[in-house]
Nanobody, 124 residues
Framework: QVQLVESGGGLVQAGGSLRLSCAIS????????IGWFRQAPGNEREFVAS????????VYADSVKGRFILSRDNAKNTSDLQMNSLKPEDTALYYC?????????????????WGQGTQVTVSS
């Protein structure tokens, strides 16, 4: 059974930074495509960043490109999302997701394992 656990959320002022982490258990992270998504109240879950299984170049949503950095440490079974220059519109519940031998997908439906989410709140 694969489990994902996010951590690192919190309250930060606009312009600040946060680093989210996603720990995977049950199988090695290397075999999974990883996606980060977010959902604000009243909105649909939206794509933030993703990376294919193994090692590859991350893909980013236009809204976070140049500010967020997705990384993965296959040896530690963790994926991190470094978020810089945060804006109030980045406020949301952030989720990590995984799919066995997955590509760097932007689609929610392409992932079959999800964490419980971690809240990020950016004040203006």
């Amino acid at each position: 059974q694969v489990q994902l656990v996010e951590s690192g959320g919190g309250l930060v002022q606009a312009g600040g930074s946060l680093r989210l982490s996603c720990a995977i258990s049950g199988r090695g992270l290397r075999d999974y495509g990883i996606g980060w998504f977010r959902q604000a109240p009243g909105n649909e879950r939206e794509f933030v960043a993703s990376v294919a299984w193994g090692a590859g170049t991350p893909v980013y949503a236009d809204s976070v490109k140049g500010r967020f950095i997705l990384s993965r440490d296959n040896a530690k079974n963790t994926s991190d999302l470094q978020m810089n220059s945060l804006k109030p519109e980045d406020t949301a519940l952030y989720y990590c997701a995984a799919r066995f031998l997955g590509v760097a997908s932007t689609r929610v439906t392409n992932y079959n394992y999800w964490g419980q989410g971690t809240q990020v709140t950016v004040s203006s």
